[in-house]
């Protein structure tokens, strides 16, 4: 890595910072004169003329930085499949699933649109525009979906990271709904890294974004293998419950990558980093709280209020133990075969 390092790395970054120079302009002249949350799709001659040149761009930022990637499949055209869901999401580089997949619109938060020089990029792809301090957030971006999705083919096909965070691909979690939720055909997009070294995974713990760059501009190169799986079609009950149809989706996709599913959800990463910065033991967070939160009608907001509770009655009773009933009483709610299970996960003795 070091001695490596002294060559490739700048060199490599050298070529990143010209391939961004040269995206610039095409990305400034596709979106000139359209406002930045678009309402119609980029079309004519600014689409026919910048969107190749983007294309081999993105390849070529990719090459540049030593990737090898292998395509497998066969890429569904906008009618087949409006949406492409791609797991697992493991790390920034998953990006080059965009790439391949012909620059197709992203789901990405409002504030990248401010970045300089990557944010003109990002909108040339035509971003679905996600706004932290906007409270209908969720629901304009389920909307914009829906009406991209079942557009007919007018607007570029919807790439998502159904997950919603990266995991260390030795599992699936759970399948977030969004993408599911338009009840149009998806395409699956499996991603693997078959490297001796790994340098590129970026979970809650390890290696941060600078030094995942470095480590991998260093190496000589990094495979990647893309593989476009089969369209899937929902059927009638799976277009009015895309939970449903998120499941099955996912179960083909753990399956093709002969990894195993977790009912766990980004929420649940949430509450193990804050048991952990209030020294609880970081796995009492990890209690696949979307699972529950559904039985006991229960939100993330109202747990981390309760975490702080918690946190002061293991240092004030009785060496941190409480039985079934006070657990009850902290939560207000009765005891039930429900709480029991909810008990049983946090119960490490037994």
């Not at 557009?151 to 969004?178: A, D, H, M, Y």
Request: glycine share 6%; hydrophobic share 45%; net charge positive.
């Amino acid at each position: 890595i070091f001695f490596l390092g002294i060559i490739l790395l700048p060199i490599r970054a050298l070529l990143l910072a010209l391939i961004l120079l040269l995206a610039w302009p095409f990305a400034a002249i596709s979106t000139a004169c359209c406002p930045e949350k678009l309402t119609h799709p980029i079309t004519g001659w600014k689409r026919k003329i910048n969107q190749p040149v983007l294309k081999f761009l993105g390849r070529a930022m990719f090459f540049s930085m030593g990737f090898i990637v292998t395509v497998k499949g066969k890429i569904a055209s906008p009618v087949e499949a409006p949406i492409f869901v791609v797991a697992p999401h493991s790390t920034f580089f998953d990006g080059i699933a965009c790439v391949v997949a012909g620059l197709p619109s992203i789901v990405s938060r409002h504030e990248n649109m401010q970045v300089p020089l990557i944010g003109r990029i990002l909108q040339a792809l035509q971003p679905v525009l996600v706004s932290r301090v906007d409270p209908d957030s969720r629901k304009n971006t389920i909307n914009e979906i829906i009406r991209r999705a079942t557009s007919g083919g007018e607007w570029p096909q919807i790439l998502v990271f159904p997950e919603g965070t990266c995991t260390n691909r030795s599992c699936l979690i759970t399948f977030k709904p969004g993408a599911f939720i338009p009840g149009v055909p998806v395409q699956p997009v499996l991603l693997r890294y078959p490297n001796k070294l790994d340098t590129v995974t970026w979970t809650w713990q390890g290696y941060t974004f600078i030094q995942l760059c470095v480590l991998t501009c260093c190496q000589p190169f990094t495979k990647v293998e893309v593989e476009f799986m089969p369209v899937q079609i929902p059927n009638d009950e799976e277009k009015s419950d895309p939970v449903l149809f998120a499941s099955r989706v996912r179960n083909l996709m753990a399956e093709a990558l002969r990894i195993p599913i977790t009912d766990h959800t980004y929420e649940d990463c949430r509450l193990m980093i804050s048991a952990g910065q209030l020294t609880l033991p970081m796995e009492a967070g990890l209690v696949e709280f979307t699972k529950i939160s559904r039985k006991l009608k229960l939100d993330w907001d109202g747990i981390r209020k309760h975490l702080d509770e918690y946190a002061a009655i293991a240092s004030s009773s009785k060496g941190g133990r409480i039985g079934i009933e006070e657990f009850a009483e902290y939560l207000k709610l009765p005891v039930s075969d429900v709480l029991r299970q909810l008990f049983a996960l946090f119960d490490r003795v037994g």
